[in-house]
DNA sequence: GTAAAATATTTGTCATAGACAAAAACTTCG
DNA sequence: CGAAGTTTTTGTCTATGACAAATATTTTAC
C-alpha cells in the first residue's frame, strides 16, 4: 500500500507540462480485448470464452493474431446481463435476448417495491439532485435529512433505499456511473462526518467491522458502523477486502467479541456464502460473526454459527439479542 | 451498487441467532485452491501456471479432482514475490530463492531512503502506535500533528512517507495486513475530517478525482485532494476506480479543466501507462491529465498530453504553473 | 394437492499445452 | 559512451475437454 514517494522528478518543467502535442484518434471504433472485458464486467475470461461456446454470445471480432476483440455493444450487454444475474437471473436465459428485451426484465424485479404504496420515496427527492450535478446541494440536502432524521433513520430510512434505488435507475440507464460515483462519495462524506462527530461509547459488544476480498463496497459498512455507533456498540472499522487471515488475526489481537460483514449484492451469493463458512472455520469460536446486507434475504439455509443480517432494521434487536444472552452467560 | 434491501427476514428469532451449533474443524491444514491464490496474491490463474510450468514454483498438491491446492507457505512467498515485482524486480530471479532471501531483497530497495539522513523518519514515532493497537490514540496523535503543522506539511512530510514506511514494514513482516489496514482508516479517517472542516474556495483550475479500474486505494487520491484543496483548487472527487468511459462523461459533464488520477505502486507501470494514454486519446483535448503517484518516478519517457507528478511536493508549483498558462491564454 | 426424493440441466471453473508479442536485458557497433 | 540490433524473459491468449455444484424439473409418496 506504499503509495507515494517522496522524489521529485518533476524539477524540468519541460517536462511537467508535456500539455502540448497533444494525441491523434487512429480509429473511431473502440475494441476491447478480453481481458479488459473481465475488467469492465467482472465476468471472468473463461466465463466469456465458455459462454462464447455454448450460446454464441458474445461473438467477438478477431484481430491479427486471432484474438477475441469486443466491439462496445456486446460489452454494453455483458454489463447489463451481469446485473440481472446479479438479481438472480440466469444466462442462459439472457444472452440471447435483445437489449431491448433484457431493459423490460428490470421492472420484474422492482414492482414490488415502487407501487407499493403513496409515500414519497426517498429517490424522487433525490435523483434530481444527482442528475443536477450540484455536488453541494445533494451534500446539504443529506446533511439536512440527516440532523431531521437523525443517524439510525437517516440510514435506514434514507441512505439504504436511496443506494437501491440509485443502483437500479443506473440500470435503467438513468444515471451514469460517474454520477454513481459522485452520489456514493458525497453520501460517504456525510456518514463520516457524522460518526465522527457521534460520541463514542465504551459498550459491549466490541466489533471489528470489515468486508471480505472482492467487496469493495464500503457504503455498507459505513451504514452498518453508524447503525451500531447509535446503539452504543464499540466499532473497530478495518475498511474493506481484509483477507480471512487477516480477519482472525486482527479479531484476536483486538480481543472483539463480534466480527461484522458487509456484503452488497454486487457479490455471487455462493462465493459469499463459502467465504463466510471459511471465515467461521477459522475463527475462535468464541467470537460471533454477523454477516448483513440484502444480499442473505436470498439465502435458503443459514449458515451455522454465523448471524444473518438481511436489514439494517434488524442490527438493534440482533444487538439487543446479543446483550441478553451475554449477560445471561455471565450470571450463568 | 445497491447495497441493502429493506426486507426483514429477520423476525424469527431462531434463524437470526444462529450461533449453536459451531462447526469442528476438520483439518489444520488449510490448502488454497487457484482461485483463491489469484484473489489473495493478485497473480493470475495463467500466470500461476505458466510459472508453475517454466520454474517449477509454485509446486501445488493435487486434490481428488487433479487440481491445484496450494499451501499456505507458498501462497506466503507468492505475496512476497508479488510485493518484490511491484518494486521493480523479475519474477525469474525471485521465484527460486528462498523466503528468508527474499527478505533481504527488500533492504537494496530502501537504503538511499533510511540512510539519508539523521533527522528522525515519521516511522519511528508512529510505527510502535500502529502496533500497540490503539486506534484513539493514533488518531489522536495523528490530528495533533495535523494541527501542528497544518494539512499540506502534515500529508507531505507525514502521510505520505508513512504511508511508504507502513508498506515496507509490512514487507519485512514487521506489520500484520490488518496492521496496516486499520493505519488506513484512521489515517483516511483524519483527513476527511480535515478536509471537510477546510473553507471551499472556488477557484481555478477545476478538478475531477478519482482512480482507474483496478486501482482501489483511495489515501493517494485524499492526499492529493488535500494539497490541492490547500492551494485553492477546485476538487470534485469520485473515490476509486471509475472506468475510462465515465471520466469522460464526468469531465465534460462538470466542466473541469483538469482530470487528476492517482496510483499507487500496488499497479505494474506499463498497465497504467497504456490505461492513461488510452483516457488522453478519448478526453476532451482541452481537458488536461494529472497522473499522480510515485509509481511514474520509475518512467522513462513521459505520455504525450499527459502531466506525470510523481510527488505530492511538485502540486503546488503544477498548480501555479497552469494558473500562470490559463492566465496568458485568457490575455492572448 | 403438497412435500420430498430422484433425475436432468445449467453453469462456472479448472486442466493441458502451444503460441506469440511486448518489455527488458544483453551485445555489438560506431 | 550511446545507439542499434539481438536474445531472453514474461504475461496473456488460444482451444477443447472435463467435472462438480447449483438450479430446475420430474417422479414418487403421503
Redesign the pocket.
Known sequence: MSIMTVSFICSERSQLSKTIPAPKRTKPVLLT???RVERETGL????L???E??YGFPKPLRDG????VYPPEQVEKLRVIRRL?DGGM????LVNATLAQLSERFGASRVEDSSRSGEPSPMTEYLPLIKAREAGVLQRQLAHDLMRLGLQRFVVDVVAPLNVGVGEAWTRGELEIYEEHLYSEQVQHVLRQALASAPRMTRDPRLLLTTLPGEQHQIGLLMAQACLAVEGAECLSLGPQTPARDIVLAARAHRVDVVGLSFSSAIR??EARAAVVDLRKHLDRSIGIWAGGGLWAGMKEPVAGVTMIASLDAIPAVLSQWREQHSKAVYA
Do not use: Q, S
Open positions: 480485448a478480453i481481458g471472468a475470461k473463461d466465463t470464452r465458455v459462454w461456446r455454448r493474431n486471432g484474438e477475441r444475474m440466469r444466462p442462459g436465459k451469493l455462493r
